[in-house]
């Protein structure tokens, strides 16, 4: 049958690489490596809900998340500046 479900907890991550795209508005971009400028360690506060459906000898899984990130991503941030990882993710599944 239909098993719905909520969640909430914490989140860890490790950024393995950032990238930036920087135009001159002229038309001209540079993709630029800042992966060695930022906090590579990340964590946040996850809420969400879905739904398990059965379909054959397996289950669909339809889900959504919240993520709230905690952490800082700048390394050596002067006061006041901060940039946080926070997103919605939806997501599909397969479970067998």
């Given at each position: ?49 879905g ?46």
């Amino acid at each position: 049958g239909t098993s719905p479900y909520i969640l909430a907890g914490g989140e860890v991550g490790y950024i393995l690489n950032q990238k930036v795209v920087m135009s001159d508005g002229a038309g001209s971009e540079e993709e630029v490596d800042i992966t060695d400028e930022i906090n590579r360690l990340l964590y946040g506060v996850v809420f969400g809900g879905g739904v398990e459906l059965q379909a054959g000898g397996m289950n669909v899984l339809l889900e959504a998340r919240y993520r709230l990130g905690l952490s800082n991503l700048i390394k050596d941030a002067e006061a006041g500046e901060s940039v946080k990882a926070t997103s919605l993710s939806l997501m599909v599944g397969i479970k067998f």
